[in-house]
């Protein structure tokens, strides 16, 4: 019998409101529950809750735990910002709760390469996260948007014998362009599916592209969103996983077999600060004046004023706060 993975995907908008995402998410994932094309594993995407922080465990991983004992799912929900202990009270992490379908949290990854300047507030995070499903006899990576342009963390994850890359995002329409090709590369490079989820509408100062992909370990694209909402249910075959690895992609090329093989030496492994590239360009940028700072010099972002960003914070955490108190989490 072989080895086949329904991933539940719920492409959706997220606002600045938590409550109002989080109830949209119970509501799609109901929906997408309702089907005889059954998902496993569901994930959601990036930012369903990030101006109003909270601690994990607490409250908010209660109520996810409760919708992947409800379901019987695999439940990756999609992003928090997570206030921690071994963090300034101003800073936080990005991220993503695991639960099992026992409702347990079974893991939390946290981002480990945040969109600076955009998230001057979060701090990375330090470990990769590849989790087990064992029902499947497989290994789940997981990653938040901009962490899929550093293919070290997709190596790595790899490594650790993750045969899906999950990505969640909250991607605005001037990157995708840019974007959309590093998911084929991240899946062949690394003979794995990529499943990219992605929101869309508006955020902040963006358009959010959608176009939520899944990509198979040959390099070829399973499923595209659109730039709408959308729910879908993508069967994976993981036995191809395991083909692509062992006989080369498409019986051809043999990644990962010559990984193992040539040992690349890695002399900046751990400490690529101190390379010789990093004598020769600037600082990045960790808020916006010192990202006007870096590109005037370049005849950009001489003209314009920004827009002051004011949010009723206080509101968000009352709704949210109430949100939860109704479903029985506080």
Same mark, same amino acid.
């Given at each position: 019998?072989?080895r086949?993975?329904?991933v ?9 409101d938590?409550?109002?995402n ?6 799609e !994932?109901?929906?997408?529950?309702m089907?005889?094309h ?8 990036e930012?369903?809750q ?6 994990i ?9 409760s919708?992947a004992?409800?379901?019987?799912? $695999?439940?990756?929900?999609?992003t %928090?910002?997570?206030k921690h ?6 800073k936080?992490?990005n991220? =993503? ?7 347990? !949290?079974?893991?939390? $990854? ?7 300047p ?7 995070g ?10 499947k006899?497989t290994?789940?990576?997981v990653?938040?948007? $901009?962490?899929l ?9 790899t490594?650790? +014998?993750?045969e899906v890359l999950?990505k969640?995002?909250?991607?605005p329409?001037?990157? &995708? ?7 084929? =590369?991240? =899946? ?6 990529l %499943?990219s ?7 902040a100062?963006s358009?959010?592209? +959608? ?8 390099g &070829? !694209?399973?499923?595209? +969103?659109?730039?709408?909402?959308a729910?879908?249910v993508?069967t ?11 006989c080369?992609t498409?019986?051809?090329?043999h990644?990962?077999?010559h ?8 002399p900046?492994?751990?400490?690529a ?6 004598? *020769? ?9 010192? $990202? ?8 950009a972002?001489?003209?314009?004023r920004? *827009?002051?960003?004011d949010?009723?914070?206080?509101a ?8 939860l ?6």
């Open positions: 019998m072989g086949f993975l329904n539940g995907i719920l492409q959706m908008p997220v606002t600045e938590p409550s109002v989080l109830a949209y998410f119970e509501k !994932l109901e929906r997408i529950m089907g005889f059954k998902p496993e594993l569901v994930v959601g995407v930012c369903l990030s101006l109003v922080p909270c601690s465990p607490g409250p908010m991983t209660d109520y996810f735990a919708l004992r409800k379901y019987e799912i $695999y439940l990756i929900p999609g %928090v910002y997570e202990e071994e963090l300034p009270d101003d936080f992490y991220a =993503a709760p695991i639960f099992n379908p026992q409702g347990e !949290l079974i893991d939390v $990854y946290r981002k480990m390469a945040p969109w600076y955009a998230e001057d507030k979060v701090m990375p330090n470990r990769y996260v590849v989790f087990d499903i064992p029902e006899d290994k789940i990576g990653q938040i948007c $901009y962490d342009n550093f293919p070290e963390i997709s190596r790595n994850e490594l650790m +014998g993750a999950v969640l995002t909250l991607d329409q001037e990157l &995708f362009e840019l974007n959309q090709h590093i998911h084929y =590369a991240r =899946a062949l490079e690394n003979q794995a599916y %499943v989820t992605n929101c869309v509408g508006q955020f100062s358009t959010m592209y +959608g176009h939520s992909q899944v990509i198979s370990p040959e &070829f !694209l399973v499923w595209e +969103g659109g730039d709408v909402a729910i879908c993508v994976l075959d993981l036995d191809l996983v395991k083909r692509s690895r062992n080369g498409k019986f051809m090329d990644y990962l077999q990984v193992g093989e040539f040992n690349f030496p890695a900046f492994a751990g400490a600060a101190d390379a010789p590239l990093f004598e *020769t360009i600037s600082s990045v940028a960790r808020d916006a004046e010192s $990202y006007d700072k870096n590109v005037q010099p370049y005849g972002n001489i003209l314009g920004r *827009t002051a960003i949010h009723d914070l206080e968000y955490e009352k709704d949210l706060d109430l949100f108190q109704e479903r029985g989490f506080e």
